[in-house]
């Protein structure tokens, strides 16, 4: 069964700070993108790759920067963390663009 | 995942027609979104519950907490429709997806 780890399960950051959440997925899958879910919302792409060392903007990218130095790892970074970026992040994987494995999820609390 | 079973895994319609797909849960969950998954990876939100049923257009979703199951039906189905549908439940302060239905509409 497809594997995405995600780290660390929940984070506690200050505004303006640097936020790092990163994901792995050990099922060579050439997609991997980055989700938010906001209560009571459903999840929207923040941003996605196909391949490695190159990432594409999804639906929300403005405050939010990603890298994917290698297939198995994505990251999702948050230069100057603020407050409307308390979320639930998710990292997924596909291997044909269809089918999605997800992550447990990463709980961003910005104080 | 291990928390929420998701069928069927594909679907095939032809146009017109409908049919249900289901989510079952090993344990309580408070609410239930359904999901449809475009072609640039974005989840288009269909349908958030915390009991009871809500329709919209063709779509109709069902969720009873209790009995531990959600229901995501289509009627009149189009080719538009075609795409992966996925149920994602929220129970224990997490959030647990289902495996996803790869739907197929033909003419």
């Known amino acids: 069964e497809a594997a995405v780890t995600q780290s660390p399960r929940s984070k506690v950051a200050v505004t303006g700070g640097k936020v790092t959440l990163s994901c792995h997925q050990t099922?060579?899958?050439?997609?991997m993108y980055w989700y938010r879910q906001d209560t009571g919302h459903g999840l929207r792409l923040i941003h996605y790759?196909?391949?490695?060392?190159?990432?594409e903007k999804g639906d929300i990218p403005d405050g939010y920067k990603a890298s994917r130095p290698s297939q198995e790892n994505f990251s999702l970074i948050l230069e100057l963390a603020s407050l409307s970026q308390t979320a639930v992040y998710f990292c997924a994987s596909s291997d044909d663009a269809e089918t999605l494995y997800f992550g447990s999820g990463t709980r961003l609390t910005v104080l | 995942g291990d928390q929420v079973e998701q069928s069927p895994s594909a679907l095939s319609l032809h146009e017109g027609t409908g049919s249900a797909l289901r989510c079952n849960f090993t344990t309580t969950m408070r609410a239930v979104q359904w999901f449809r998954k475009n072609s640039r990876g974005s989840l288009i939100n269909l349908f958030y519950?915390?009991?009871g049923t809500k329709e919209n257009g063709r779509l109709k979703s069902a969720f009873d907490s209790k009995e531990r199951y959600s229901t995501l039906h289509i009627r009149d189905a189009q080719l538009e429709d075609s795409g992966t549908y996925f149920c994602?439940?929220?129970?224990?302060?997490?959030?647990?997806f289902g495996d996803g239905t790869q739907l197929v509409v033909k003419p």
């Open positions: 099922n060579n899958h050439d997609y």
């Open positions: 994602a439940a929220e129970g224990n302060n997490r959030i647990f």
């Open positions: 519950l915390a009991s």
């Open positions: 790759s196909y391949v490695a060392d190159s990432t």
